[in-house]
């Protein structure tokens, strides 16, 4: 049973660009969950997706957007990139509903922007 | 909003020697808590939860914790580290929302090394 995946492990961009992760939740969950994990800090809640839907978003700009497809895999999309973004963005998944869950995480994907 | 406070940022302990790690949170009803354990470069892997019910919960690795609500503590123990536990641990609660648990707020961490 495979775990969550994301990709890519590591990208590097420059100031202004965009860029588009991705993750893919373990087997049997359909909420997806990103976070933002800046050096040294604990991961910041950035949103959540749940059938296709964001349900809550924690205190991030705009710039930060994502979707959710059929199959429950998710991506985060960033716009207009500033050098404050550099992190380990994680993507957790969940069994959702309206039950207690455990979210687990993939191994993250390391943003460097230059 | 809830909140963590994890207030040891650097702990050392040699192996063989028990460990506790302290976490505080801040949360207005009963919480979902959380330790996670994340080694250099890695995501965060679940060490142990609790929901409800018995306060002493039991995780992965020999590590435990006690939730104690007039303390608003969650702190997590083992009883004899190896040297294979040198890592950052996360303490973390989440919130009950309509949906179960919606989102989760970390504490800033604790790194751990154990020397010889």
């Known amino acids: 049973d495979a775990g969550v995946t994301q990709s890519p492990t590591h990208l590097i961009k420059t100031r202004g660009q965009q860029v588009t992760l991705r993750c893919s939740p373990k087997s049997g969950h359909d909420t997806v969950s990103w976070y933002q994990q800046a050096l040294g800090q604990g991961p910041q809640f950035i949103f959540q997706y749940y059938e296709e839907e964001e349900r809550q978003r924690g205190n991030f700009p705009d710039r930060f957007s994502g979707h959710q497809f059929p199959n429950y895999s998710s991506e985060l999309n960033v716009n207009a990139l500033l050098l404050g973004d550099s992190a380990l963005y994680l993507c957790?998944?969940?069994?959702?509903?309206?039950?207690?869950?455990?979210?687990?995480f993939g191994p993250g994907t390391r943003l460097t922007v230059l | 909003a809830q909140s963590v406070t994890q207030p040891d940022i650097h702990i050392t302990v040699s192996e063989g020697a028990s460990l506790e790690l302290r976490c505080n949170y801040s949360y207005g009803a009963t919480p979902y808590l959380f330790w996670y354990v994340q080694s250099p470069g890695q995501g965060l892997q679940l060490l142990l939860k609790?929901?409800?019910?018995?306060?002493l919960v039991q995780g992965i690795k020999g590590f435990e914790a006690e939730f104690k609500r007039s303390q608003s503590s969650f702190n997590l123990r083992k009883p004899s580290v190896h040297w294979s536990d040198a890592a950052e641990y996360f303490c973390a609660v989440g919130a009950r929302g309509n949906f179960g648990n919606e989102k989760l707020t970390f504490g800033t961490g604790t790194r751990l090394t154990i020397i010889p």
């Open positions: 609790y929901f409800s019910g018995d306060t």
């Open positions: 957790a998944s969940s069994p959702g509903g309206l039950s207690t869950d455990t979210q687990y």
